[in-house]
């Protein structure tokens, strides 16, 4: 037994001594292998690498890059800057926070009843203008504004417009660095990269930037200006999915020009919609700006008239009241007239039907209030209505006057 197992031992000895030969050999012709195939697939390997590579000794240079043998530098670097933080860095200034003062107590004491933002878009010798919404300083006894290193001055309201939303301030100009420029709002198209700055939430996060694209243009927002249910105008707007919030209200929807194609205004808040932001376009807000700031109100053509729809009566009274037959659907009832006013020396009376305002089929009277406001005061328009259900016209001299009646 003892004999069987010292054999046994010198045979395991033998045994590994062989394998370690054998090992030996194995990693030998593999390492001889390698370094052919190495050899082989550098030239290869050269090809697909997206940069030059040297296998000699490489020293930093101090403009950041690797200077190899043959001499090539190749540099490595990122830049942050783009040309959206250009364009934050040369229009943020002109972006300002907007504070709503209101009387708190007894005692005349004022409060903060809210914030929004407001852009500079003029500087004029001691005085710069500033443009918010109507909704921003609405009830105000005394606004502030606030600019980007938080100092507050007084603003003087000049004019606000409940049918735009957009109200226009001054003040002085003595710490105005910064102005923002206008731009073209009729050559947005959808898919057009745009940028938000204001101040949502309030002054803490004032000058916030978000980033987003133009969603549609040319929407239809209706206003209730009244609170009567009833739909008194259609605002068009711009759409964008960068994110407004409250506190945002005011504050430029800017292109990659760097130029204010918007003045946002208003955010869809349901908890079922997501990325809708809405914008006063450019275009439709000079005109306002330049009447607030030169009158302190808009300038609209006026008829002297109270309307309704006809579409909101029934069909009774479209029959019986008005005379109508059944295929006359659309158009704007005059409900009454202003004495001496444009309708009435027109020869408008009331119950009379509307149907054509210069030259424009009317439906409604969203339809006949934005073919007025596209009349100039003093124009003469051509009237087409209905009365006890015989088809009439007549001539119509637009007047001024700053009401929602007309």
Known sequence: MG?????????????????RGGWFLAGFVGAILGGLLMFLALPTLSTILPYEMDLGDEAPTQEGGIENQSGITKNVSVNVNSAITEIVDDVSDAVVGVVNLQQADFWNETGEAGTGSGVIYKKEGKNAFVVTNHHVIEGASQVEISLSDGTRIPAEILGSDVLTDLAVLRVDSEKITKVAEFGDSDAVRPGEPVIAIGNPLGLQFSGSV?????????????????????????????????????????????????????????????????????????????????????????????????????????????????????????????????????????????????????????????????????????????????????????????????????
């Not at 004999?3 to 394998?19: F, I, L, R, S, T």
């Not at 929407?219 to 759409?239: F, K, M």
């Not at 407004?244 to 079922?272: E, F, H, R, T, Y």
């Not at 424009?360 to 328009?381: A, F, N, P, S, W």
Request: glycine share 10%; aromatic share 6%.
């Open 3 to 19: 004999y069987y197992d010292q054999d046994y031992e010198n045979y395991n000895a033998k045994k590994q001594k062989g394998n």
């Open 210 to 406: 978000t980033q987003g694209i133009i969603s549609g243009t040319e929407r239809a927002i209706p206003i209730d200006e009244n609170g009567d249910g009833l739909v008194d105008w259609n605002a068009e707007v711009l759409q964008t999915d960068a994110a407004i919030n409250p506190g945002n209200s005011g504050g430029a929807l800017i292109n990659l020009d760097g130029k204010v194609i918007g003045i946002n205004s208003m955010k869809i808040a349901q908890s079922a919609v997501e990325g809708i932001g809405l914008s006063i376009p450019a275009n439709h807000a000079i005109p306002i700006i330049e009447d607030l700031e030169k009158y302190s109100e808009v300038r609209r053509p006026f008829m002297g008239i109270g309307m309704r729809s006809l579409n909101e009566v029934s069909s009774y009274h479209k029959a019986q009241t008005l005379k109508l037959s059944e295929d006359i659907t659309d158009g704007v009832i005059v409900m009454s007239v202003v004495p001496l006013s444009p309708a009435a020396q027109a020869g408008l009376q009331e119950f009379d039907v509307i149907i054509e305002f210069a030259g424009e089929e009317v439906k409604d009277i969203i339809d006949l209030r934005k073919v007025l406001y596209d009349q100039d005061v003093g124009d003469t328009v051509e009237v087409i209505y209905y009365r006890n259900g015989e088809k009439m016209s007549g001539k119509m001299k637009l007047g001024e006057e700053n009401t929602l009646g007309s």
